[in-house]
């Protein structure tokens, strides 16, 4: 498995009802729906994500094979052309679901998203 983030993808990218609750427990449908941060939007649906940069409004569409959830982490594995199988991960959903984080891998800095 490659542990990747890409300059954009990798740092936007690489999806839903609400995040999780002291009852509830973290479900990958979590992160359905739009995000959006100060570098672009994130739009996740049960199969694939679409990335949108801010800077320049470039789209790119991935395939989505699955979401692991582990304690208060989503993990989302993601395919295209030049990642055989790459991973993000997200966390640090607020209690309302209107804000997460994507988390760092690799180096990358943690990213913040909100409900858009």
């Not at 890409?6 to 729906?33: F, H, S």
């Not at 409004?57 to 304690?71: D, N, W």
């Amino acid at each position: 498995m490659v542990r990747t983030s890409r300059a954009l993808l990798a740092g936007v990218a690489i999806a839903a009802a609400g995040a999780p609750t002291r009852a509830g427990a973290l479900k990958a449908a979590m992160l359905y729906g739009k995000w959006c941060g100060d570098i672009g939007t994130l739009e996740f649906t049960a199969d694939s994500f679409v990335v949108t940069r801010a800077s320049d409004h470039v789209r790119g569409a991935f395939t989505i094979p699955s979401y692991e959830v582990r304690g208060p982490d989503i993990t989302v594995h993601w395919l295209d052309a030049t990642h055989p199988l790459a991973m993000t991960k997200y966390g640090d959903f607020s209690s309302g679901g209107s804000q997460m984080k994507q988390l760092p891998i690799g180096g990358a800095a943690a990213r913040e998203f909100h409900r858009c």
